[in-house]
Antibody, heavy 120, light 107 residues
Framework: QVQVVESGGGVVQPGGSLTLSCVAS????????MHWVRQAPGKGLEWVAF????????YYADSVRGRFTISRDNSRNMVYLQMNSLRPEDTAVYFC?????????????WGQGSLVTVSS | AIQLTQSPSSLSASVGDRVTITCRAS??????LGWYQHKPGETPKLLIY???GLEGGVPSRFSGSGSGTDFSLTISSLQPEDFGTYYC?????????FGGGTKVYFK
C-alpha cells in the first residue's frame, strides 16, 4: 500500500528557512518522480516543484524558483523541500505527491500535508 | 505558464442532477489534463487523467472529455458524497498549473 508522509512544518519568521521532508513507501520509490503541491488558507491548489527519479530533471513554480530547492535520497525513500527567504504568502499546507506514472504525470497518492506558517 | 480557467467557480445542485464543470486552457494542451476532487480535511483525489481516463476506484458517474483547449468534467447523477471542490490540472508543460476550482454545494 502506497504511503506518503510529510514532516517538518512549523512557524517561521519572514525571511527565514525551513526544510520539509517526505518519506514514501509501498512502491519502487527510486523509479518514480515526485512532486510538492501546496494550498494556502482559503485558496486553491498550487504545484510547487518536481524532481525526476534520478534527480536529473527538476522544475519549480515561478513563485518559488530561486528560493526553494527540491532534492531526494533514494536510499532512504525521501524527498525534501528546502525553503529559504520565506514570505507570508508561502503560508500553506504543503503536500508531497506520488504521480500516477513513474515519469511524473498527475498526482495520484498524497500525504496528509505539513502546515507552514510564515509570520512575525 | 499555461493558465486554466474553470467555470463556474461554484454551483449548487440537487441529488440526481447532471453537473458539468468546464476548464479552458490558454494554449493547446492536447489531452494532458486531469481532474481532482478535494473535500475539507481530506487529501485531493485524482478522478480523471489524460482528459477522459477514469482512475481506478472512481465511480462511473464521473466522466471527462475534451482536447486542445476545452475540457469538461461531468457527474451524471450527483450523489451526496460528491460535495467538495473540483480542480483541473494540466500536465502538458512545466510549470504545472491548476484551475481555480469549482465548489459544489447541495441545494
Amino acid at each position: 500500500q502506497v504511503q506518503v508522509v510529510e514532516s517538518g512544518g512549523g512557524v517561521v519568521q519572514p525571511g527565514g528557512s525551513l526544510t520539509l521532508s517526505c518519506v514514501a513507501s509501498g512502491f519502487s520509490f527510486n523509479t518514480y518522480a515526485m512532486h510538492w503541491v501546496r494550498q494556502a488558507p482559503g485558496k486553491g491548489l498550487e504545484w510547487v516543484a518536481f524532481i525526476r527519479s534520478d534527480a536529473n530533471n527538476i522544475y519549480y513554480a515561478d513563485s518559488v524558483r530561486g528560493r526553494f530547492t527540491i532534492s531526494r535520497d533514494n536510499s532512504r525513500n525521501m524527498v525534501y523541500l528546502q525553503m529559504n527567504s520565506l514570505r507570508p504568502e508561502d503560508t500553506a499546507v504543503y503536500f508531497c505527491a506520488k504521480p500516477l506514472r513513474a515519469y511524473g504525470p498527475y498526482f495520484h497518492s498524497w500525504g496528509q500535508g505539513s502546515l507552514v506558517t510564515v509570520s512575525s | 505558464a499555461i493558465q486554466l480557467t474553470q467555470s463556474p467557480s461554484s454551483l449548487s445542485a440537487s441529488v440526481g442532477d447532471r453537473v458539468t464543470i468546464t476548464c479552458r486552457a490558454s494554449q493547446d494542451i492536447i489531452r494532458a489534463l486531469g481532474w481532482y476532487q478535494h473535500k475539507p480535511g481530506e487529501t485531493p483525489k485524482l478522478l480523471i487523467y489524460e482528459a477522459s481516463g477514469l482512475e481506478g476506484g472512481v465511480p462511473s458517474r464521473f466522466s471527462g472529455s475534451g482536447s486542445g483547449t476545452d475540457f469538461s468534467l461531468t457527474i451524471s447523477s450527483l450523489q451526496p458524497e460528491d460535495f467538495g471542490t473540483y480542480y483541473c490540472q494540466q500536465f502538458n508543460n512545466y510549470p504545472l498549473t491548476f484551475g481555480g476550482g469549482t465548489k459544489v454545494y447541495f441545494k
